[in-house]
């Protein structure tokens, strides 16, 4: 179900309908969970035991880091990292194709499963939760850290939001709330640089791949790699914009991803405007804890 489908605005609509009823409002957080899990499971169906392994894993690590937070908070992270190295370079060590990979069931069961979608994202959501909220005076319910992780409208493709950012953002919403023109506008320029722009380029930018290249002239395969810059950006874009429109649409504000990064003057400045999410999870969470600019450079 991917954000440019029918199946995925009939999703929507019907989440959304169901969501801002008035019976329902005392259960939104555990309706956009239920959501959250359909939406994911429309995809991988198989790995949504992962999914809530994850979630479950990091939510005892957050509590049990409430007694002892120089346990478990770094045992929640490493069981995180451990997650996402395991999975994106599992096929670098074996061939998880053969049928008995190394000849212990469990292990061959887990070697074979696919590289789960948007593992990324929901590790890097689970580490800020650690993180930040192991701060506060006590733990979060289980459901709101299941929606903080698993909120489908950024589930897949992000942007990341930090837990002290979002978790706050937890409360009961009203129809009457929702600006519904901010939301427009992003689900629009979402589908515009998606679906016009991002696929229209593709359509070119295949005769990069072999053997159609060597049918093209070395001046506009170097016009070929300038445009490929574009689709990327085009497309990652497009997705952050319908997630940012998606958010809104359910009360629940994410933070801008891209802003013009191809104007940029420098690399540095480029890092501010491309995937800005990352860069600052990345700065937060990994570059200031190591010590920044303070440490000499090393």
């Given amino acids: 179900m991917t954000f440019t489908s029918f199946q995925f605005g009939l999703f929507v609509a019907i989440v959304f309908g169901a969501y801002y009823l008035p019976p329902l409002r005392r259960f939104q957080v555990q309706l956009l969970v239920l959501a959250s899990l359909v939406f994911y499971g429309s995809g991988q169906p198989a790995l949504l035991p992962l999914l809530l392994l994850a979630v479950l894993g990091t939510h005892l690590c957050l509590v049990l880091a409430f007694d002892n937070r120089a346990i478990w908070m770094p045992a929640g992270i490493v069981f995180n990292l451990a997650l996402l190295a395991f999975f994106k370079y599992k096929f670098l060590l074996v061939d998880a194709s053969t049928a008995y990979p190394i000849g212990f069931a469990p292990v061959d069961f887990l070697l074979r499963l696919p590289l789960p979608i948007g593992i990324s994202f929901f590790v ?91 049918t093209v002239a070395t001046q506009d395969r170097w016009l070929l790699v300038f445009l490929y810059s574009y689709q990327i950006y085009a497309d990652f874009f497009g997705y952050s914009a319908i997630a940012l429109g998606l958010g809104l649409l359910f009360g629940y504000r994410l933070p801008v991803n891209f802003d013009l990064p191809y104007i940029s003057a420098s690399f540095s400045e480029f890092w501010t405007r491309w995937h800005i999410s990352l860069s600052v999870w990345l700065r937060t969470y990994l570059y200031i804890p190591l010590g920044g600019n303070r440490k000499g450079p090393g």
Avoid: C
């Fill in 124 to 214: 890097f959501h689970n580490i800020s939760l650690l993180v930040d909220l192991t701060r506060e005076k006590r733990p979060p319910p289980l459901r709101d850290v299941f929606l903080y992780i698993i909120f489908f409208p950024q589930l897949v493709s992000g942007p990341i939001t930090r837990a002290g950012q979002f978790m706050p953002q937890i409360v009961p919403k009203q129809l009457s709330n929702v600006d519904f023109a901010e939301a427009a506008k992003w689900i629009l320029t979402g589908f515009f640089f998606k679906l016009y722009v991002a696929n229209n380029l593709n359509e070119m930018t295949s005769y990069m791949d072999y053997p159609l290249y060597e």
